[in-house]
């Protein structure tokens, strides 16, 4: 997980410096995530890669995610990375490759924060918008942050955002967060001042819809005709 990489750290210095308002806002925005019982959303990640010949090479995709209650998730991508989808339905997370007509399946803890905990640290999967929905993100940013600062308004696409922008102790990172009645995150940029030419991830969050009625056979995965099934092979076994 991007963010993850950001949320675990050190002890913050006893220098940190830490702006009221910018923490508040983080805070409304983490507690109304926390009620909520259904979403969906569409992520656009960019991220830069690294290349001997060209320095810093631009890549993205595009993700399309629905979450169904604290045991439902689907995550639909298409980008540089590929066609594939992962579905998880409480019990088992699958995915499944389209341009490969490939799948696999593992079985994983029965809620949404621990399957993402437990496929991360297994397996090194990423889940876009996954630590918006741990219940102690701000605390999190908070004990690795040297600097949280909220700058002020501006606009993403148009919709009216709180910028905030903060320190730590291998990279930056800022927030945009809507200036509405949900307070949801709209962007998040991090650039990795620790890495050779300070590589940057963006993520932009769109076309949120609140609590909306997700069947939960939508969360289950049905074999596609002449689709292979292989074995996902965890870091331990790659190692």
Not at 29 to 48: N, R
Not at 99 to 113: C, E, I, L
Not at 217 to 228: I, L
Request: hydrophobic content about 40%; glycine content about 6%.
């Amino acid at each position: 997980m991007i963010c993850v990489c950001l949320l675990s750290g050190q002890i913050k210095a006893q220098s940190a410096k830490f702006d009221t308002v910018a923490v508040s806002i983080l805070d409304r925005m983490s507690a109304i995530m926390g009620q909520l019982t259904s979403c969906s959303a569409t992520v656009t990640t960019s991220y830069d890669v690294s290349n001997e010949a060209l320095g810093l090479v631009k890549h993205s995709n595009l993700h399309h995610i629905y979450i169904g209650g604290p045991d439902k998730m689907l995550i639909r991508s298409e980008g540089d990375k590929g066609n594939k989808s992962m579905l998880y339905n409480g019990k088992t997370l699958t995915h499944y490759s389209f341009d490969k007509n490939q799948y696999s399946r593992v079985k994983v803890p029965p809620t949404v924060v621990g399957m993402i905990d437990f496929m991360h640290t297994n397996y090194g999967i990423e889940f876009p918008m996954a630590d918006f929905f741990y219940p102690d993100f701000v605390e999190d940013i908070l004990e690795q942050a040297d600097h949280l600062v909220y700058i002020g308004m501006t606009k993403v696409d148009g919709k009216d955002c709180f910028h905030i922008a903060g320190t730590a102790k291998d990279k930056t990172f800022q927030f945009w967060i809507a200036d509405d009645a949900f307070s949801l995150p709209v962007k998040m940029v991090i650039i990795y001042t620790d890495k050779p030419l300070n590589p940057q991830f963006e993520a932009v969050y769109s076309n949120w819809q609140i609590n909306p009625v997700l069947p939960s056979g939508m969360f289950d995965f049905t074999v596609p005709p002449n689709a292979q099934k292989v074995k996902m092979v965890s870091k331990i076994a790659k190692k």
